[in-house]
């Protein structure tokens, strides 16, 4: 108790402990890679390349004009087998370019060390390198990176935080990233710093992950001044954004506002590690640290995944999923993630882990009746009613809805996860705001029939 | 599981298959781990015909012949469940109901059970009666049986018990429609039917057995009918332990309080109620004692009295009919607490908290309503 955190929220088993003593090891090189052209929020790219080109492992392969978008790299060499719709990991099908490789490895000498000045480094040049070598959040949004750091004009962002809070159970890629690579992370955060111009830097690390405290402060050495390692209580969900800017700088981000409206960039521990490589050694966003866990997963591993490598391929370099029965298979953790109708479906940028749950967990659950406990509300980060919004979701009260705050949800499930009934509360907020949603667009194409209709 | 296998197969043989399926199947034809259990269950399900025109419908999922569950975030919940917390919560009254027993005998026990099985019995003749699932293992209903008798007084009658433990159930709480729909705590509300249909025999105490081997007198008062008829103080150590007269449950401070502090370690009642509760009586109370304290009592005495304890840890805490917005909780517990102290104080009856805790039930919708916590992010005008 006593270290900085958020108001309300949730204690889950966590399960850390089946992953987080596992180094990062690199997957083996995988022999064809789907690459979803969908990856990251804002506009789907379109293909560079065609089918039977070939392409080298790192070169951009697909594109698109607009502004909050990011490139996409091959992460394989090899030959462009097709471009064709896919299943994607987010649920629908995705256009995808396949690549079927040549076995080759390029050598991007990331182990090398800083080969670059930082000081000798424009804003500009650090950000277009980071547009143009694709990053994005890697915590699993998928916003693109040197969106963040293009403030608006008359914005000012005075601080970055850098999020390695890693409060989803079982996930522990961020916290082998700075245990392994804190100095990596460390410099890219001052990239961050230099790129928007922000004079603060804080890190959010939650006490669960001492010894990655520690790694970080090492990197930082003694004299450091101007970023900040900050300890958090454990507790779900910390690495949300707007959780984690109240609990680090207690700034609230105002309702339906971004983060840059406080002057606060938040940015992930593992978007920092591939700012670094970008910088340093030219090398886009091809792979990712995936953490494979989870009670059915034979051996729990934290693998250096490439970008389209199967879910199959994966859990299989982790020995399987284990005997019998019957999975759920997750693209993130088991709070937030997605759960797979196949197993054929890519790791894209966003993936932090791959959760496969068995047993008693993955039972559909009877809900009874709303004994008022008050745990939601309890629970909420956002301080919502959330068996109200429930109610209202799955009565198709949307009125009441919207009024109640059903769009200020964040979806971090801590009311499903708390509610002894075991109402599907969160399920019934999103069929709220799915109605809500439809209904605007109902009323928009009619309000459009009608507008043709007089033009007529 | 043979059924599975065998839509897990078709997909991938059907033309439509998009044409990654050739590679993916060298890539990823059964899993080591699955290869060798699943081939048995494959080729018993081969020959099955019904499951081929099934296939199509399902989803390709991946060779290895493992069943895929596909389900909307979470999917991982607490093991907290309805049950559990009212199986705590009987738990809880094991010390009070231990006590009651202690002071009453024999008499104490046959109440309890009497009202425990009609509560029970009520509960399950009406569920089936609506055509639910029974639900009497849950607990709800046992609490209500509990709570009831352990507000009696130890001379009721046993018709009457069954009355009130009926009405309770009934009227309390499957009218408005079962567990979580009730507006008012059934215990309460079966308490008070009983005191309009049984006004004299609601109000005749007996002097527990400790005390009558050494007083010759069976029939006395409780120390808040001494105090307002009689203008008598009654040592507060003896209403502590519970060693005067009063409602069989609801004499002994010690035995309650162990209960409802077992509670809140378990997380089950939220501390504000039951504190907030007490607190308001000790204040309100403290106000009066110190304008007068020969006329009324200190505030000790109020806390400890008739049914302060038990209305505060198992009644005011029941999570149907209090708020759920933690400046709802608030609004409820001083209300009351203040109702309580005005009953006790001003009223023609000696005790107030029964009626104080059903008064505040009733505004529990509104209260709620409009005292909805402030959205995160909800900006005052001018700030940031």
């Not at chain 1, 804080?202 to 010894?211: L, S």
């Not at chain 2, 304890?309 to 400046?327: E, I, N, R």
Request: net charge positive; aromatic share 8%.
């Amino acid at each position: 108790m006593g270290l900085k955190t958020f108001d309300r929220g949730i204690h889950p088993a966590y399960n850390k402990e089946l992953a987080s003593s596992k180094a990062i090891t690199p997957a083996a090189l995988p022999k064809t890679v789907i690459i979803p052209l969908r990856q990251h929020a804002g506009a789907p790219c379109t293909a560079l390349v065609k089918k039977g080109d070939v392409v080298e492992e790192g070169q951009k392969i697909a594109d698109v004009e607009a502004f909050v978008s990011a490139p996409i790299h091959a992460s394989i060499s090899g030959k462009v087998k097709e471009i064709d719709l896919y299943q994607h990991p987010v649920g629908m099908k995705v256009p995808s370019i396949v690549i079927t490789g040549d076995g080759e490895k390029k050598d991007w000498g990331t182990s090398g060390g800083v080969t670059v000045d930082l000081a000798s480094l424009t804003p500009d040049a650090i950000r277009t390198t980071i547009r143009e070598s694709g990053i994005v959040g890697m915590g699993g949004a998928g916003f693109p990176t040197a969106v963040k750091l293009n403030a608006p004009k008359g914005k000012k962002i005075d601080t970055i935080v850098l999020n390695g809070c890693e409060c989803e159970p079982y996930l522990t890629a961020d916290h082998r990233i700075m245990l392994e690579e804190a100095d990596k992370v460390v410099w890219g955060m001052r990239a961050l710093m230099k790129g928007v111009g922000a004079p603060n830097g804080f890190i959010g690390i939650e006490d669960n992950k001492k010894d990655a405290i520690e790694a970080i402060k090492l990197a930082l050495g003694p004299s450091c001044t101007d970023i900040k390692v900050i300890e958090l209580e454990t507790k779900y969900p910390q690495g949300a954004e707007k959780m984690l800017i109240k609990a680090a700088l207690n700034r609230k981000v105002p309702k339906g506002k971004l983060p840059l409206d406080v002057g606060v960039v938040v940015n992930n521990v593992g978007t920092a590690a591939a700012i670094f490589d970008a910088l340093n050694y030219g090398k886009p966003l091809i792979e990712r640290v995936v953490t494979v866990s989870g009670n059915g997963i034979k051996e729990p591993k934290n693998l250096l995944c490439r970008i389209g490598t199967t879910f199959e391929e994966i859990i299989k370099q982790c020995g399987g999923l284990k005997e019998g029965g019957e999975f759920e298979v997750l693209n993130g953790g088991p709070m937030m993630g997605i759960a797979q109708m196949q197993l054929d479906v890519p790791v894209i940028k966003g993936t932090s882990g791959i959760t496969a749950l068995m047993g008693e967990v993955i039972k559909p659950k009877k809900y009874d009746a709303c004994i008022r406990c008050a745990s939601c509300v309890e629970a909420c980060p956002m301080a919502l009613m959330p068996y109200r919004l429930g109610d209202y979701g799955n009565m198709q009260r949307l009125d009441d809805f919207n009024g109640w705050g059903g769009f200020d949800c964040i979806e971090c499930g801590c009311c499903s996860y708390v509610c002894p009934s075991k109402r599907p509360l969160l399920q019934w907020i999103r069929l709220g705001k799915l109605r809500v949603r439809q209904n605007q667009q109902a009323q928009q194409e009619q309000a459009q029939l009608a507008e043709q209709a007089s033009a007529k | 599981m043979a059924d599975d296998t065998q839509d897990n197969k078709t997909p991938q043989d059907t033309p439509k298959s998009t044409p990654e399926s050739s590679v993916e199947k060298k890539v990823t034809t059964p899993t080591p781990d699955s290869a060798p259990e699943k081939p048995a269950p494959k080729a018993v399900a081969k020959p099955k015909p019904p499951a081929k025109p099934k296939a199509p419908a399902e989803p390709p999922v991946a060779p290895s012949a493992d069943k895929l569950v596909v389900s909307s975030s979470p999917h991982f919940l607490n093991d907290e469940s309805i049950p559990k917390i009212m199986h705590n919560v009987v738990l809880a009254l094991v010390p009070a109901m231990a006590a009651s027993v202690y002071y009453y005998g024999l008499r104490a026990v046959l109440l309890l059970v009497v009202c425990l099985v009609t509560c029970l019995v009520t509960e399950h003749l009406f569920l089936m009666a609506r055509k639910r699932p029974t639900k009497i293992y849950d607990g709800s209903a046992a609490i209500t049986g509990i709570l009831l008798g352990l507000m009696l007084p130890p001379g009721f009658s046993i018709f009457g018990a069954i009355l009130g433990s009926f009405f309770a159930v009934a009227v309390g709480k499957q009218l408005f429609g079962g567990l979580g729909y009730n507006i008012f705590n059934p215990a309460l509300l079966g308490r008070a039917f009983l005191m309009a249909t049984y006004p004299v025999m609601s109000t005749s105490w007996m002097e527990p057995r400790t005390v009558q081997a050494a007083v010759d007198a069976v029939s006395a008062a409780t120390p808040l009918a001494l105090l307002k008829f009689e203008g008598e103080f009654s040592p507060v150590l003896n209403m502590f332990t519970g060693n005067v007269a009063g409602s069989m449950g609801e004499t002994s401070v010690i035995a309650i309080l162990i209960g409802g502090l077992f509670l809140r370690y378990k997380g089950y009642i939220n501390w504000k109620l039951p504190l907030g509760y007490l607190g308001t009586i000790a204040m309100f109370s403290g106000i009066f004692w110190l304008i007068d304290p020969s006329k009324y009592a200190n505030p000790l005495f109020h806390l400890c009295a008739g049914g302060a304890m038990l209305g505060a840890w198992f009644m005011v805490t029941d999570m149907v009919t209090s708020p759920t917005t933690p400046k709802g909780q608030w609004i409820f517990v001083v209300c009351a607490g203040i109702l309580a102290v005005v009953i006790r104080l001003f009223g023609g009856l000696p005790e107030g908290v029964m009626y104080s805790i059903l008064f505040m039930n009733a505004f529990v919708p509104l209260i709620n309503r409009h005292t909805r916590p402030k959205i995160f992010g909800t900006m005052k005008r001018n700030s940031h």
